[in-house]
């Protein structure tokens, strides 16, 4: 079994920082990604950020205030987000797609999602 565990989230002013943090743990054999997602109240889970053979993505709303980092030997994968927003407020989930088995299929794991408030 595969699981991820996330930390760092909570409630912060606007304009604040906060960093979550993801470590995959289990019978894994290759993870080709690792990213971070978010869903509203009453919204689509959306793309925050991902990381996959050094390159990185981000969604539109947070390039240039959030940075994804991720360490390979760890299995981790990290967030910062500064010059956070209001509208930043979401459960903020974090994925991993890897193998679990040589030649195995390319599989999505999810954490159980960590609340991040931003309000004053």
Known sequence: QVQ???????????GGSLRLSCAASGS???????GWY?????KQRELVAVT?????????????????SRDNAK??????MNSLKPEDTAVYYCNARLRIGVGGPLSDYWGQGTQVTVSS
Do not use: C, H, W
């Open 4 to 14: 991820l565990l996330e930390s760092g989230g909570g409630l912060v002013q606007p």
């Open 28 to 34: 894994i054999f290759s993870i080709n990604a690792m």
């Open 38 to 42: 978010r869903q509203a109240p009453g």
């Open 52 to 68: 996959s053979g050094g390159s990185t993505n981000y969604g539109d709303s947070v390039k240039g205030r959030f940075t994804i």
């Open 75 to 80: 299995n981790t994968v990290a967030l910062q």
